[in-house]
Protein backbone atom coordinates (compact mmCIF):
# COMPACT_ATOMS: atom_id res chain seq x y z
CA UNK A 1 0.00 0.00 0.00
CA UNK A 2 1.45 3.36 -0.90
CA UNK A 3 0.69 5.83 1.86
CA UNK A 4 1.29 9.63 1.71
CA UNK A 5 1.66 11.32 5.00
CA UNK A 6 0.52 14.78 4.80
CA UNK A 7 1.18 17.71 7.85
CA UNK A 8 -1.50 19.68 7.98
CA UNK A 9 -0.80 23.53 6.83
CA UNK A 10 0.44 26.47 9.24
CA UNK A 11 -1.99 27.76 12.05
CA UNK A 12 -3.03 30.66 13.06
CA UNK A 13 -1.38 30.71 16.87
CA UNK A 14 1.31 32.56 18.82
CA UNK A 15 4.77 31.46 18.86
CA UNK A 16 5.23 29.71 22.18
CA UNK A 17 1.94 28.34 22.88
CA UNK A 18 0.97 24.45 23.53
CA UNK A 19 -1.30 22.70 21.46
CA UNK A 20 -2.22 19.26 20.26
CA UNK A 21 -5.77 19.26 20.32
CA UNK A 22 -6.34 22.59 20.36
CA UNK A 23 -8.74 23.16 17.17
CA UNK A 24 -6.93 26.00 15.59
CA UNK A 25 -7.94 27.08 12.19
CA UNK A 26 -4.94 27.54 9.53
CA UNK A 27 -3.19 30.70 8.74
CA UNK A 28 -4.72 32.15 4.97
CA UNK A 29 -1.97 33.62 3.47
CA UNK A 30 0.50 30.55 3.79
CA UNK A 31 -2.24 27.81 3.29
CA UNK A 32 -2.02 28.74 -0.40
CA UNK A 33 1.49 28.26 -1.01
CA UNK A 34 1.56 25.03 0.99
CA UNK A 35 -1.40 23.50 -0.75
CA UNK A 36 0.60 23.66 -3.96
CA UNK A 37 3.55 22.21 -2.43
CA UNK A 38 1.37 19.24 -1.24
CA UNK A 39 -0.39 18.96 -4.45
CA UNK A 40 2.50 18.98 -6.44
CA UNK A 41 3.77 15.66 -4.21
CA UNK A 42 0.68 13.96 -4.54
CA UNK A 43 0.27 11.50 -7.51
CA UNK A 44 -3.37 11.50 -9.13
CA UNK A 45 -3.80 7.86 -8.41
CA UNK A 46 -5.29 8.22 -4.80
CA UNK A 47 -7.89 6.87 -3.85
CA UNK A 48 -8.56 7.35 -0.16
CA UNK A 49 -8.15 10.03 2.23
CA UNK A 50 -8.79 10.44 5.99
CA UNK A 51 -8.46 13.14 7.94
CA UNK A 52 -7.77 13.99 12.33
CA UNK A 53 -10.99 15.60 12.82
CA UNK A 54 -9.27 18.83 13.77
CA UNK A 55 -9.95 21.93 11.73
CA UNK A 56 -6.32 22.65 10.51
CA UNK A 57 -6.87 19.06 8.93
CA UNK A 58 -9.94 19.02 7.61
CA UNK A 59 -9.81 22.29 5.83
CA UNK A 60 -6.62 20.87 3.74
CA UNK A 61 -8.16 17.65 3.03
CA UNK A 62 -11.16 19.10 1.78
CA UNK A 63 -9.23 21.22 -0.84
CA UNK A 64 -7.69 18.01 -1.83
CA UNK A 65 -10.55 15.73 -2.25
CA UNK A 66 -14.50 15.84 -1.73
CA UNK A 67 -14.60 12.13 -0.24
CA UNK A 68 -12.95 11.49 3.26
CA UNK A 69 -13.11 9.86 6.45
CA UNK A 70 -11.83 11.40 9.40
CA UNK A 71 -10.81 9.23 12.33
CA UNK A 72 -10.22 10.55 16.08
CA UNK A 73 -7.05 8.39 16.13
CA UNK A 74 -5.35 10.89 14.06
CA UNK A 75 -5.80 13.50 15.79
CA UNK A 76 -2.49 14.94 17.70
CA UNK A 77 -1.56 14.57 21.04
CA UNK A 78 -3.50 15.94 23.77
CA UNK A 79 -2.08 18.05 26.23
CA UNK A 80 -4.90 17.93 27.97
CA UNK A 81 -4.69 20.80 30.90
CA UNK A 82 -1.96 22.27 29.11
CA UNK A 83 -4.03 22.79 26.15
CA UNK A 84 -3.74 26.62 24.51
CA UNK A 85 -1.40 27.92 27.60
CA UNK A 86 1.81 29.29 26.69
CA UNK A 87 4.75 27.07 27.70
CA UNK A 88 6.20 29.13 29.96
CA UNK A 89 3.32 29.61 32.24
CA UNK A 90 3.01 25.64 32.81
CA UNK A 91 3.84 24.25 35.85
CA UNK A 92 7.78 23.84 35.64
CA UNK A 93 8.38 21.08 37.66
CA UNK A 94 5.09 18.95 35.81
CA UNK A 95 6.70 20.25 32.84
CA UNK A 96 10.28 19.34 33.42
CA UNK A 97 9.32 15.24 34.55
CA UNK A 98 7.27 15.51 31.13
CA UNK A 99 10.28 16.42 29.26
CA UNK A 100 12.45 14.04 30.74
CA UNK A 101 10.04 11.23 29.48
CA UNK A 102 7.30 12.48 27.33
CA UNK A 103 6.92 8.75 26.30
CA UNK A 104 5.74 7.46 29.11
CA UNK A 105 4.61 10.32 31.62
CA UNK A 106 1.18 12.78 30.57
CA UNK A 107 0.12 16.60 31.72
CA UNK A 108 -2.43 16.54 33.79
CA UNK A 109 -5.90 14.87 32.03
CA UNK A 110 -3.73 14.67 28.38
CA UNK A 111 -2.06 11.66 27.19
CA UNK A 112 1.46 10.05 26.64
CA UNK A 113 3.38 9.71 23.42
CA UNK A 114 3.03 5.82 23.71
CA UNK A 115 -0.75 6.64 23.67
CA UNK A 116 -0.24 8.68 20.68
CA UNK A 117 1.98 6.15 18.55
CA UNK A 118 -0.49 3.35 19.31
CA UNK A 119 -3.76 4.75 18.21
CA UNK A 120 -2.04 5.85 15.58
CA UNK A 121 -0.71 2.33 14.96
CA UNK A 122 -3.82 0.64 15.26
CA UNK A 123 -5.44 2.87 12.11
CA UNK A 124 -2.86 1.58 10.49
CA UNK A 125 -3.31 -2.14 11.35
CA UNK A 126 -6.64 -1.32 10.62
CA UNK A 127 -5.78 0.23 6.80
CA UNK A 128 -3.79 -2.97 6.34
CA UNK A 129 -7.24 -4.95 6.44
CA UNK A 130 -8.20 -2.98 3.25
CA UNK A 131 -7.67 -3.17 -0.02
CA UNK A 132 -6.62 0.49 -0.90
CA UNK A 133 -3.34 1.04 -2.80
CA UNK A 134 -2.90 4.47 -2.78
CA UNK A 135 -3.88 6.10 0.43
CA UNK A 136 -3.74 9.78 1.83
CA UNK A 137 -3.51 10.82 5.35
CA UNK A 138 -3.66 14.26 6.51
CA UNK A 139 -2.80 14.54 10.02
CA UNK A 140 -0.42 16.04 12.31
CA UNK A 141 3.37 16.18 13.17
CA UNK A 142 3.52 13.70 16.08
CA UNK A 143 1.44 11.17 14.54
CA UNK A 144 3.28 11.20 11.50
CA UNK A 145 6.87 10.93 13.82
CA UNK A 146 5.29 7.86 15.31
CA UNK A 147 4.23 6.39 11.84
CA UNK A 148 8.35 7.00 11.44
CA UNK A 149 9.70 5.82 14.53
CA UNK A 150 7.87 2.34 13.83
CA UNK A 151 8.76 1.95 10.24
CA UNK A 152 12.44 3.21 10.92
CA UNK A 153 12.88 1.44 14.04
CA UNK A 154 13.61 4.22 15.93
CA UNK A 155 12.81 4.71 19.50
CA UNK A 156 10.12 7.14 20.55
CA UNK A 157 12.09 9.43 22.52
CA UNK A 158 14.20 10.32 19.45
CA UNK A 159 11.33 10.84 16.90
CA UNK A 160 11.54 14.61 17.63
CA UNK A 161 14.50 14.56 15.55
CA UNK A 162 12.61 14.22 12.31
CA UNK A 163 12.07 17.43 10.81
CA UNK A 164 8.91 17.93 9.51
CA UNK A 165 7.47 21.62 8.24
CA UNK A 166 3.74 22.44 8.19
CA UNK A 167 2.54 21.08 4.80
CA UNK A 168 5.38 18.18 4.72
CA UNK A 169 4.41 14.71 2.67
CA UNK A 170 5.96 12.14 3.62
CA UNK A 171 5.63 8.82 1.26
CA UNK A 172 6.09 5.42 2.19
CA UNK A 173 5.29 1.70 1.60
CA UNK A 174 3.31 -0.22 4.09
CA UNK A 175 2.67 -3.62 3.63
CA UNK A 176 0.97 -6.75 5.97
CA UNK A 177 4.30 -8.34 6.95
CA UNK A 178 6.17 -5.20 9.13
CA UNK A 179 9.60 -6.18 7.71
CA UNK A 180 8.52 -5.10 4.11
CA UNK A 181 7.27 -1.47 5.20
CA UNK A 182 9.65 1.33 3.97
CA UNK A 183 10.21 4.93 4.18
CA UNK A 184 10.19 6.22 0.37
CA UNK A 185 10.74 10.17 0.81
CA UNK A 186 10.25 13.22 2.76
CA UNK A 187 8.97 16.27 0.88
Known amino acids: MEIYLIRHTTPIVDKGICYGQTDLDIHPIQFEEELTHIQSKLPEDITHFYSSPLKRCVTLTQR ?23 WDEINKTELNQWMADFVNIHPPQGENYITLYKRTLNFLESLLQTSHKHVAIVTHAGNIRSILSYILGLPLENSFRIHLDYGAVVHIQLEVDPSLCKLVSIQ
Open 64 to 86: LTTDFETHKRLMELNFGAWENKK
